[in-house]
């Protein structure tokens, strides 16, 4: 099995509304990986996992809340999202976190739409 | 941080044609990847490759590192080859990676 699988792919919720993006893998990778992507733009790194740790937040804003509940599965919480968050949501996973020096697999995304 | 710049921006080409996709970067790396980001969405790693030249199937790869460039080269295109490449190396600190501008691929049957 060598795949990263996010539910749901398509999200549409309101400025009120609390939902989760959910990211599983079952190739014993020990580092995941939270990324932004905007149309017509590079992903942007959100956060990063390892071992179950939170290693790296690049100072996102607290209505994301990550949560790695064990090594396969990766969650993101969302509350109170604004229409510019609007975006695709893409998890990623690699074998351990050294830095930047690992190989990335990314899953499909979600497509989040803020009303 | 480092720049990393790609180029063409945009390329169309007829189905069976070869493509040369450029990765420029600012600063010397240990390594570097491609990925191909296809019509829905989904990035897959076509190559990690921290230097030297690197082959699968119709695709292959070659960094330079010393001269801060890498060659992405695609031969006898399929229309499954549409979408958007990017290239990624580390950032200063080696914390994360720094993803291209991107390509963007369209084959025409």
């Known amino acids: 099995d060598t795949e990263v699988t996010q539910t749901p792919k398509h999200l549409v919720m309101g400025m009120t509304n609390k939902k989760s993006l959910k990211c599983e893998q079952h190739?014993?990778?020990?580092?995941m990986y939270w990324y932004k992507q905007k149309a017509k733009k590079p992903p942007e790194l959100m956060f990063v996992?390892?071992?179950?740790?939170?290693?790296i937040n690049e100072s996102v804003p607290s209505r994301f809340s990550p949560e790695c509940p064990n090594s396969s599965l990766l969650n993101l919480h969302l509350h109170a999202l604004q229409p510019e968050d609007s975006a695709l949501y893409l998890c990623?996973?690699?074998?351990?976190?050294?830095?930047?020096?690992?190989?990335?697999?990314f899953g499909s995304g979600t497509q989040l739409s803020v009303l | 941080g480092i720049q990393v710049e790609q180029s063409p921006p945009d390329l169309i080409l007829q189905e069976g044609a070869n493509s040369t996709l450029r990765c420029n970067f600012s600063?010397?790396?240990?390594?570097l990847q491609w990925f191909h980001q296809n019509p829905w969405g989904q990035l897959i790693n076509l190559f990690y490759?921290?230097?030297g030249t690197k082959q699968n199937g119709r695709l292959s790869a070659t960094t330079v590192a010393t001269e801060r460039y890498s060659l992405l080269y695609i031969s006898s295109s399929q229309t499954t080859d549409s979408g958007v490449y990017f290239c990624?190396?580390?950032?200063?600190?080696?914390?994360?990676?720094?993803f291209g501008t991107g390509t963007r691929l369209t084959i025409i049957p």
């Open positions: 990623a996973s690699s074998l351990s976190y050294r830095g930047a020096n690992e190989k990335l697999f």
């Open positions: 190739m014993g990778h020990r580092a």
């Open positions: 996992y390892s071992y179950e740790k939170l290693s």
């Open positions: 600063d010397s790396v240990n390594n």
């Open positions: 490759i921290p230097s």
């Open positions: 990624a190396v580390p950032n200063f600190g080696n914390e994360k990676l720094t």
